[in-house]
């Protein structure tokens, strides 16, 4: 596994005092930068979910907004980044994300391609809307998956730093967002 992160280090050093909504917006825009990125999932040119509120500032062309088609969508991100591209592959939701396991398991994780994924942990706020939306399987993918890197994003501070180390590494990493914390 690729563990070198000057560059995050690098980053980390300067504070922000920015909200996590903000933070995720500026990560994406630092993404959307690099020619080979795209960004691949649901809610992704249309609105539906609190991962959306991050993407609607990005050019249209970097977009590609899928039905829900959990397992499709991580082959074709191991395929785009076979190609060349880093494929964004966005999940709104762990309980979802589950549904690409054989994908993630078994290719993207062994083929070691240059994947960055981006999950959330359903809010409780204003109302909870039951287990099915509030998983949290960062620890059991970690354990499935020697060769990516599984990050939570708990720090506004951190989360640009985070994002440029996935893009600059060579191997898979999966962030972890928490919707609750959208609104801080």
Known sequence: MNTNRSTLTLAR?????????????????????DERVIFIGQGVQDKGTFMSTTLYHLPPE?????????EMQAGMCIGLAL???????????????ILATNQLVNHLDKMKAHV??????????PLDPGPQH????????RQMMPN?????????RHIVSEYAWALGRSGP?????DADLYED
Request: hydrophobic share 40%; net charge positive.
């Open 134 to 141: 509030q998983g949290d399987f960062t620890h059991a993918f």
């Open 148 to 156: 990516t890197t599984v990050m939570r994003l708990t720090e506004p």
């Open 116 to 125: 960055i994924v981006r999950v959330g942990i359903g809010s409780t706020k």
């Open 83 to 97: 190609a060349g591209y880093v494929p964004v592959c966005i999940y709104p939701r762990w309980n979802f994300l």
């Open 13 to 33: 050093g300067k504070e922000s005092s920015s909200s996590y909504n903000g933070e995720l917006c500026r990560a994406m825009s630092m993404l959307a930068k």
């Open 173 to 177: 990493t999966i962030l972890v967002e």
């Open 62 to 70: 970097k977009r590609i907004e899928l039905p829900v088609v959990e």
